[in-house]
């Protein structure tokens, strides 16, 4: 097995700290995954052209027409169960190796995130606006597609609360994130916010924004860098997940960057119409459904300044038939239920039909060192845009 080496992970205060025989079992599942999506994903394609097209063919009287019959083709072929079971049995391995540090340092987890919450602005932070904010709301509701299933098998998903003020779905999911993409988003897990905010920066360099949401932000690690790429903007960032606010919050005092966290719904929030100049979320659309993702398009309509500018990065979804049904491994065995979906909708006749006159989806292409190769040395992102 081929030992990958990633950008080391930084060791911030509010991430657990494994002990020996726990870092060696975390380093084993990034490898393990990284073997897998290197050395194992490819042979799905030989097994497919093959194997598992022709017995299609035969038994069906035609060739598979699109990724519904590549899944059928393919469900049935040893080769591809054989990498499905690894696949998922690498999910499994990657929570139970970050949940055993993040339960030994549970206590003290929560008490770093209450002293950050409890800390107060000193006159000098809030000169500076350095000190950022968190707001939770007890009565929000968890949207069906959260609360249904555990995403990505995550145990009780982004929102559940174990024990008071709890932080866990924070910490375990900022460590597993890393292990999840074998370290391709960098020593914090800050690559989307940072390829995005670059994006954006060419794209309108004139658009300088003085208050930004991020929306579906979990731990924050994809805001940060909003923050330090528009120093003088308010950052805001909401989520409906209260742990994972709870140490976004907690993670971004301790690293030294503002931002102002809070638990809301994107399909309906608190703020005042006209409240941003831009609106950005990373890999959150996928994660909703068919009717959130009409009401997520009108209130970003809303929240909107005239003029402002919305953003909302998404993973690639495979451009032919056989890589989509690769892609979609994730909807069918881990959780992640509506991404499927995903890989036909027409994300700017929805923005249209919110109101946006112009909105676009963008396939942006972005080549990596290979430290940071999330599937291949270029991935294609897609990024739905468009101005108010
Ligand atoms: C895959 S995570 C992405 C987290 C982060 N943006 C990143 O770049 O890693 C998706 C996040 O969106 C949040 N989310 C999903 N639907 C939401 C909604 N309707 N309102 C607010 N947050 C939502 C989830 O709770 C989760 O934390």
Redesign the pocket.
Known sequence: MTLVSAPRFERHKMLPQPSHDEQSRQAFVKSFRGHLASKVVPGNYLAYEHRARHRFEREQGHAPRDRHDIRRAMEADPYYQFWSAMQRRSQELMWEAVIDPTEREWSQLIEQSREAAASRPTRRSRAKQLQGSLELDPTLAI?R??AAVD??LQPG???TDFIEDDVAAGAI?DRA?NIYLNGA?GPR?AL??EMLAEYFASRWPEHKPRRIL??????????LPWAAQYPHAEVHA????AP?LRYAHARAVTLGVPVHFSQ????QTRYDNGSFDLIV????L???SKT?LTR?MTECFRLLAPGGLMLH?EIPRGTSALEQFLFNWESYNNNETFGAYMTDVDLPAIARLAGFAAPELVRHRVERAPEQQLYSNETIWNILLARR
């Open positions: 949207p597609y959260h995403i990505h998903g982004y929102h999911y994130l988003l897990n989307m916010g991020d929306m579906g932000c979990a731990i924050g690690n994809s805001t909401i989520d409906v997940g994972v809301q719904n994107a399909e979320s990373h890999i959150m996928h994660e909703t959130a997520i990065l």
